[in-house]
C-alpha cells in the first residue's frame, strides 16, 4: 500500500497544527503509523491522497449514516447554497428541521440548535442548572459530553484514548461539581443521590456508550436512572449526539422506551455540517433566552446549510425500512467479527444495535470502561494497521464504536468480514 502522499501532507501538517491535526483520535497516536489523508468521500467508501480505497466505517465519526456524499444531500445543498450560506436571521428551514426532530424524538418539545455537540452539552448542563437550582451533576465513567471543562472528568474517546486523567488547564472549582459513577451502577448512582440529596441537577449518559468502545445499557439501567432521577428531583439527559437518529430513527430513547427530561443531539441531524441540539420539555426549555432567562447563543446556529443538510438526512432516514437494513446488515457485520476472532483463536466479546457496533478483544463481558480497559489494545493497534492494508477504515481506537451506514452493501459487509478473518489471523 503506498501511502507516501498521506505520510508528506502529515509531516507537514505537524509543523502547522497541533499533532497535525484538528481533532486528536484522528492522529493514530494509539494505534500507531501515520494517519491517513482523504481526498473525498462517497457513500461507504473513502478514498485518500495516494488513491487507496477503504470501506469506511466512521461515517466521519456519525454523520454518515445514508453513505457519505448522498446525492439528494448533495443536490439540496447546491439549491440552498445558491440563496447564501448564513443568514444571522430566523428562517423557514429552522422550524421545518425543529419540526422533524421533535416528531420524533419522544423527549423534545422544543429545540434549540447549536454548532457541535460539545456546543449542545455545554448548554445542557447550563439549562439544567438554571432549571433546578441545583449545582451538581452525576457523569459516568467512560461517557463522553464533548470538550467542556466540566465533562472533562473520566471522560471517553479521545481522552480515554490517549490516556490522559484529565485536562490541565481545568481548574478543579470547575469539575468540583461533576460527580461520577461507573457506567450500568445503579447502586453507585443511588449512593450519589444519597449523599447529595438536594444538590444534584441531574444525570447525563450516553444511553448506549459509543466513546468507552461500543456498551450498551443494562436491562432496566435506564429505567433505574429515571426512577432515581425522579425521586430526588433531579433531571435526567441524554446525550445522543452519538444515538441520536442512529439507534433508531427518535433515538436511544425510542429504542428502549425511557423518556429523559432533555436531549442532546448532533452528528446524525446535520447531515455531515456542524450541528447540535438540545431539546426536552417545553416547560424546561422556556427557560433558554430570549423565552426565558438562560443565556446562550451562536453566530452561525440554524445556518441554512446546516438544516437543509439535516433536513434531507432525517428524510432519507425516514423512508420505510432503513432501519432494518442497518440492523441486519450491522448485526451480520458483527457476528462476522466475532466468529473471525474466535476461529484465529482470540478472546473478543462484542455486540451491535441498529447502525452501531463494537467489540473488544477480551473475554468480557464489557459492562462498564473499568472493564473495557481489560482489552488487548496493543493487539487492537495491529488489527488496526493490517485492516488498513485490507481497505478497511476503523475507529483508530480501541475505545470508539463502529458506524454503518445505508450505503454499506451485503458485498461491503463481506469483504470486511473477510479482511477480519486475514488480520486476526495474522496478529493471532
Ligand atoms: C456522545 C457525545 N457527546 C458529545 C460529543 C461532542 O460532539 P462534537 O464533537 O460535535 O463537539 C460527542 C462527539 O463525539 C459524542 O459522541
Redesign the pocket.
Same mark, same amino acid.
Given at each position: 500500500m503506498n501511502t507516501s502522499r498521506s505520510e508528506a501532507l502529515f509531516a507537514a501538517a505537524q509543523k502547522l497544527m497541533p499533532g497535525g491535526v484538528n481533532s486528536p483520535v484522528r492522529a493514530f497516536k494509539s494505534v500507531g503509523g501515520q494517519p491517513i489523508l482523504f481526498d473525498r468521500v462517497e457513500g461507504a467508501y473513502a478514498w485518500d491522497v495516494d488513491g487507496n480505497r477503504y470501506i469506511d466505517y466512521i461515517g466521519s465519526?456519525g454523520p454518515a449514516i445514508c453513505g457519505h456524499a448522498h446525492p439528494e444531500v448533495i443536490e439540496a445543498l447546491h439549491q440552498a447554497l445558491a440563496k447564501g450560506t448564513s443568514f444571522g436571521a430566523p428562517c423557514a428551514l429552522e422550524n421545518q428541521l425543529a419540526q422533524m426532530v421533535i416528531d420524533a424524538v419522544p423527549s423534545v418539545e422544543m429545540v434549540r440548535f447549536v454548532n =457541535? !455537540?460539545? $456546543?449542545a452539552?455545554m448548554a445542557v448542563l447550563r439549562l439544567m442548572r438554571a432549571y433546578t437550582g441545583r449545582d451538581k451533576l452525576i457523569k459516568f465513567e467512560g461517557c463522553?459530553? !464533548?470538550h467542556a471543562d466540566m465533562f472533562l472528568v473520566k471522560a471517553g =474517546?479521545g481522552v480515554a484514548t490517549l490516556g490522559l486523567p484529565d485536562s490541565p488547564g481545568v481548574p478543579s472549582s470547575t469539575t468540583a461539581n461533576t460527580l461520577t459513577a461507573p457506567y450500568n451502577d445503579l447502586e453507585a448512582v443511588k449512593e450519589l443521590f444519597a449523599a447529595n440529596p438536594d444538590s444534584i441537577a441531574g444525570v447525563i449518559l $450516553?444511553p448506549v456508550v !459509543?466513546?468507552a468502545g461500543f456498551i450498551p445499557p443494562d436491562f432496566g439501567f435506564l429505567e433505574g436512572l429515571r426512577e432515581l432521577t425522579n425521586e430526588y428531583g433531579a433531571l435526567l439527559v441524554f446525550?445522543e449526539?452519538?444515538t441520536g437518529f442512529r439507534i433508531a430513527y427518535g433515538g436511544a430513547q425510542a429504542k428502549f422506551g425511557v423518556t429523559p427530561d432533555l436531549t442532546?443531539m448532533?452528528?446524525v441531524i446535520g447531515g455531515g455540517l456542524p450541528v !447540535?441540539a438540545y431539546g426536552g420539555r417545553a416547560e424546561i426549555m422556556a427557560m433558554v433566552a430570549p423565552a426565558g432567562p438562560m443565556y446562550q447563543a451562536g453566530t452561525l446556529s440554524g445556518n441554512p446549510l446546516a438544516m437543509t443538510a439535516g433536513i434531507k438526512t432525517l428524510e432519507l432516514l425516514k423512508q420505510p425500512g432503513c432501519y432494518e437494513q442497518l440492523e441486519a446488515r450491522t448485526k451480520r457485520l458483527s457476528n462476522g467479527i466475532q466468529a473471525a476472532a474466535q476461529a484465529a483463536g482470540l478472546p473478543i466479546c462484542g455486540s451491535s444495535i441498529s447502525a452501531m457496533f463494537g467489540f473488544f478483544l477480551c473475554e468480557g463481558p464489557v459492562r462498564n470502561f473499568e472493564e473495557a480497559k481489560s482489552a488487548d489494545t496493543t493487539r487492537f493497534a495491529k488489527l488496526h494497521r493490517a485492516m488498513l492494508e485490507r481497505g478497511v477504515y476503523l475507529a483508530p481506537s480501541a475505545f470508539e464504536a463502529g458506524f454503518t451506514s445505508l450505503a454499506h452493501s451485503e458485498a461491503d459487509i463481506d469483504a470486511t468480514i473477510d479482511a477480519f478473518r486475514e488480520s486476526f489471523a495474522i496478529i493471532a
Amino acid at each position: 500500500m503506498n501511502t507516501s502522499r498521506s505520510e508528506a501532507l502529515f509531516a507537514a501538517a505537524q509543523k502547522l497544527m497541533p499533532g497535525g491535526v484538528n481533532s486528536p483520535v484522528r492522529a493514530f497516536k494509539s494505534v500507531g503509523g501515520q494517519p491517513i489523508l482523504f481526498d473525498r468521500v462517497e457513500g461507504a467508501y473513502a478514498w485518500d491522497v495516494d488513491g487507496n480505497r477503504y470501506i469506511d466505517y466512521i461515517g466521519s465519526w456519525g454523520p454518515a449514516i445514508c453513505g457519505h456524499a448522498h446525492p439528494e444531500v448533495i443536490e439540496a445543498l447546491h439549491q440552498a447554497l445558491a440563496k447564501g450560506t448564513s443568514f444571522g436571521a430566523p428562517c423557514a428551514l429552522e422550524n421545518q428541521l425543529a419540526q422533524m426532530v421533535i416528531d420524533a424524538v419522544p423527549s423534545v418539545e422544543m429545540v434549540r440548535f447549536v454548532n =457541535s !455537540g460539545t $456546543e449542545a452539552c455545554m448548554a445542557v448542563l447550563r439549562l439544567m442548572r438554571a432549571y433546578t437550582g441545583r449545582d451538581k451533576l452525576i457523569k459516568f465513567e467512560g461517557c463522553y459530553h !464533548g470538550h467542556a471543562d466540566m465533562f472533562l472528568v473520566k471522560a471517553g =474517546s479521545g481522552v480515554a484514548t490517549l490516556g490522559l486523567p484529565d485536562s490541565p488547564g481545568v481548574p478543579s472549582s470547575t469539575t468540583a461539581n461533576t460527580l461520577t459513577a461507573p457506567y450500568n451502577d445503579l447502586e453507585a448512582v443511588k449512593e450519589l443521590f444519597a449523599a447529595n440529596p438536594d444538590s444534584i441537577a441531574g444525570v447525563i449518559l $450516553e444511553p448506549v456508550v !459509543g466513546n468507552a468502545g461500543f456498551i450498551p445499557p443494562d436491562f432496566g439501567f435506564l429505567e433505574g436512572l429515571r426512577e432515581l432521577t425522579n425521586e430526588y428531583g433531579a433531571l435526567l439527559v441524554f446525550d445522543e449526539v452519538m444515538t441520536g437518529f442512529r439507534i433508531a430513527y427518535g433515538g436511544a430513547q425510542a429504542k428502549f422506551g425511557v423518556t429523559p427530561d432533555l436531549t442532546t443531539m448532533g452528528k446524525v441531524i446535520g447531515g455531515g455540517l456542524p450541528v !447540535g441540539a438540545y431539546g426536552g420539555r417545553a416547560e424546561i426549555m422556556a427557560m433558554v433566552a430570549p423565552a426565558g432567562p438562560m443565556y446562550q447563543a451562536g453566530t452561525l446556529s440554524g445556518n441554512p446549510l446546516a438544516m437543509t443538510a439535516g433536513i434531507k438526512t432525517l428524510e432519507l432516514l425516514k423512508q420505510p425500512g432503513c432501519y432494518e437494513q442497518l440492523e441486519a446488515r450491522t448485526k451480520r457485520l458483527s457476528n462476522g467479527i466475532q466468529a473471525a476472532a474466535q476461529a484465529a483463536g482470540l478472546p473478543i466479546c462484542g455486540s451491535s444495535i441498529s447502525a452501531m457496533f463494537g467489540f473488544f478483544l477480551c473475554e468480557g463481558p464489557v459492562r462498564n470502561f473499568e472493564e473495557a480497559k481489560s482489552a488487548d489494545t496493543t493487539r487492537f493497534a495491529k488489527l488496526h494497521r493490517a485492516m488498513l492494508e485490507r481497505g478497511v477504515y476503523l475507529a483508530p481506537s480501541a475505545f470508539e464504536a463502529g458506524f454503518t451506514s445505508l450505503a454499506h452493501s451485503e458485498a461491503d459487509i463481506d469483504a470486511t468480514i473477510d479482511a477480519f478473518r486475514e488480520s486476526f489471523a495474522i496478529i493471532a
